[in-house]
């Protein structure tokens, strides 16, 4: 099980482009979670899916972000346009059952908006 | 809203001690409490993971307890090593909803 898999690692963009994030979840997990870290407010849950859809977008921080899952193996967070204080780790997590099994966490993208 | 705290916020202990870090969470209506491992620039790895039905978990040098009516977890690391360093976090998954809260972690430094 090569585990939830991100897209890329590492992204610099500067100011106002959009930006788009990706995540494979691991095969047969049924939930899958964004999270953001930062220094300042740690790791927040910004949307989570649960077959695919949309259960709770209620950590968004604006119109700006938005989340998509179009099949069980594939999700993206797209931010437009960035800004600076956009600048953060973003993780994706998936989970059978919702998240009471416990959660199994990608490596991150670390996103730089300049 | 459930709050998650994490005491100390950093710890430093020569290689060999056995140590223990704390984990409070505000509301004790919780499904299950999960312990994670940070290393600097990776994402989190998970260590333990205790329902709520469950008093402790072990793994190798680690152990979590729970107790659900104080609103405290801890986990107990024997025998430390400079491999241990690392962010530890807890979070705690509220019974009703789906996400898990996260504390502000324990940076843990073990030196040799």
């Known amino acids: 099980d090569a585990g939830v898999i991100q897209s890329p690692r590492h992204e610099v963009t500067e100011m106002g482009q959009e930006v788009t994030l990706r995540c494979k979840p691991i095969?047969?997990?049924?939930?899958l979670f964004w999270y953001r870290q930062t220094m300042m407010r740690g790791l927040e849950l910004l949307i989570y899916f649960n077959n695919n859809v949309p259960i709770d977008d209620s950590g968004m921080p604006e119109d700006r972000f938005s989340a998509k899952m179009p099949n069980a193996s594939f999700s993206t967070l797209k931010i437009q346009p960035s800004e600076p204080r956009d600048s953060a780790v973003y993780f994706c997590?998936?989970?059978?059952?919702?998240?009471?099994?416990?959660?199994?966490f990608g490596s991150g993208t670390r996103l730089t908006v300049v | 809203k459930q709050e998650v705290t994490q005491i100390p916020a950093a710890l430093s202990v020569p290689e060999g001690e056995n140590l223990v870090l704390n984990c409070s969470f505000t509301?004790?209506?919780?499904?299950?409490l999960q312990w994670f491992r940070q290393d600097p620039g990776k994402g989190l790895t998970s260590l333990l993971l205790?329902?709520?039905?469950?008093r402790e978990q072990t793994s190798g040098r680690l152990n979590a307890s729970l107790d659900k009516s104080s609103g405290r977890s801890t986990l107990y690391i024997a025998a430390s090593q400079p491999g241990d360093s690392a962010t530890y976090l807890c979070?705690?998954?509220?019974?009703?909803?789906?996400?898990?809260?996260f504390g502000t972690g324990t940076r843990l430094l073990v030196s040799p």
């Open positions: 509301d004790s209506a919780i499904y299950n």
């Open positions: 095969s047969g997990h049924n939930s």
């Open positions: 205790i329902q709520s039905s469950q």
């Open positions: 979070a705690a998954l509220e019974e009703g909803f789906q996400k898990l809260v």
């Open positions: 997590a998936s989970s059978l059952y919702g998240a009471r099994s416990g959660y199994t």
